[in-house]
Structures are given as structure tokens and as C-alpha cells.
């Protein structure tokens, strides 16, 4: 790659440089060789395969780092662009569900981190602020009911605590 960046196979050395450090179980080389795939070349086909490619690695890295938000922020990312850049392309379903599974995490965690403040640190105003957060981004899931209540009654204990 260093010596010939233009030779007509570069794209392909360059997409083979990120599957060979994927193989080898090194995540973080392989994301930044598929990112560097796609900043110098355009091939529609193998652009697709190495934003997959690098998307999928975002997330095994994730998946090895479940409580690093960044991580998940980055597996998130990874993931919508695909999908949004490639609808058609044969690993979609794969992209969706890996998405799925990110989402549903990012939506339980929000919520433990809600209900620590209210049930383990005893900390109401904090866990009104958790919960009150937790419903503006995810107010359409399962566990938006349980927030929603919890959040009255937290709020019911808070205002009878400063009448007195």
C-alpha cells in the first residue's frame, strides 16, 4: 500500500489488510484499515463490504465492552450509516439485528442507571432527572411504563419531603 497507493488492486489490498487484522482478532486495526478503505476509495461494492465490515467490528468491540458508551455509541453509529448507505446490500438483516441488540441494551442501561439512583443510592432527585431523561429518549419502549411510574411516585415522595 505504501509503495504503489494507486496500483489498479490497492482497493483490494486495502479491504484485505482490514479482514486480515479482523481475522487475527484485532478489532481496533481492522476498524481503522476499513475506515481508511473508505476515506481513499469509492468502488461502490467493496465500499459496502468494508462499511459492513468495519460496523461489524464496532460492535464485536462493543459486545467485549458492554458498559463502554462509547463503544456502544460507536457500534450504534457504525451500524445506522450502513444501513442507511446500503439498504440493499446482502448483510442488512444481519446490520438490523446487530442494531437491535444495541438499542436494547443502550435502553436497559438507561433504565438500571435510573432505578440505581432510586432503588440502591436512595438519591430521589437524581433518579427524577434519570427517569425524566430515560422517558424523553426512549418514551415508546416496555420499560417506559414502569419509568413513567416510578417517576410519580418519586416525585409525590419528593414534593410531600420539602412541604415540611
Known amino acids: 500500500m505504501r509503495n504503489a497507493p494507486t496500483w489498479k488492486r490497492a482497493a483490494d489490498a486495502q479491504l484485505n489488510i482490514g479482514i486480515c487484522h479482523e481475522l487475527n482478532d484485532e478489532k481496533e486495526e481492522a476498524v481503522a484499515a476499513y475506515e481508511s ?9 467493496l465500499t459496502g463490504q468494508a462499511t459492513f465490515r ?17 463503544a456502544c455509541d460507536s457500534a450504534r ?8 448507505n446500503y439498504p440493499l446490500h446482502d448483510k442488512i438483516d444481519e446490520a438490523k439485528a446487530y442494531l437491535q441488540t444495541v438499542n ?12 440505581f439512583y432510586d432503588k440502591i443510592a436512595h438519591r430521589p432527585t437524581a433518579a427524577i432527572t434519570a427517569y425524566e431523561e430515560f422517558l424523553r429518549q426512549y418514551a415508546g419502549t416496555s420499560w417506559a411504563p414502569i419509568a413513567r ?8 415522595e419528593t414534593a410531600g419531603h420539602e412541604k415540611k
Open 149 to 156: 411510574e416510578r417517576l410519580e411516585i418519586l416525585k409525590k
Open 37 to 45: 478503505f473508505r476515506n481513499r476509495y469509492s468502488d461502490p461494492v
Open 77 to 84: 453509529a457504525g451500524l445506522v450509516e450502513f444501513i442507511r
Open 104 to 115: 436494547e441494551e443502550q435502553v436497559k442501561r438507561a433504565f438500571t442507571r435510573a432505578s
Open 54 to 70: 468495519e460496523a461489524h467490528c464496532l460492535y464485536k468491540i462493543y459486545r467485549d465492552r458492554p458498559n463502554d458508551e462509547n
